[in-house]
């Protein structure tokens, strides 16, 4: 499974950005996919999942009610809509295939991530 993110860059505090992930995967739409991210220095984290359909989603804490996941399954594409950025959300942020999607718990990772995308949150 190949994906590819773009849409990162800089921005100021406050701004906004939308991140797309694209696959040329025909199985794409049975796929569970999240995004992750990392800081400089810092280990990867959890950020966002959507289930296959688009039907459930899950949020670290520290992006919920900023951040929102969705998918396109007819265009092969998920997408991350980041508002109210903050500096700390400054991070490489990765598209990957998940194990899952659950309501209670954020997901596993599978070995199947993107090349990573820059986020630059400036203050």
């Known amino acids: 499974v190949q994906l590819q993110a773009s849409g990162g860059g800089l921005v100021q505090a406050g701004g906004s950005l939308r991140l797309s992930c694209v696959s040329s995967?025909?199985?794409?739409?049975?796929?569970?996919l999240g995004w992750f991210r990392q800081a400089p220095g810092k280990e990867r984290e959890f950020v966002a999942a959507v289930s296959w359909s688009g039907g459930l989603t899950y949020y670290a804490d520290s992006v919920k009610g900023r951040f929102t996941i969705s998918r396109d399954n007819a265009k092969n594409t998920m997408y991350l809509q980041m508002n109210s950025l903050k500096p700390d959300d400054t991070a490489v942020y990765y598209c990957?295939?998940?194990?899952?999607?659950?309501?209670?718990?954020?997901?596993?990772?599978?070995?199947?991530w993107g090349q990573g995308t820059q986020v630059t949150v400036s203050s």
């Open positions: 990957v295939v998940v194990l899952g999607v659950y309501s209670d718990r954020p997901p596993l990772p599978s070995d199947y």
């Open positions: 995967a025909h199985t794409f739409s049975t796929y569970a």
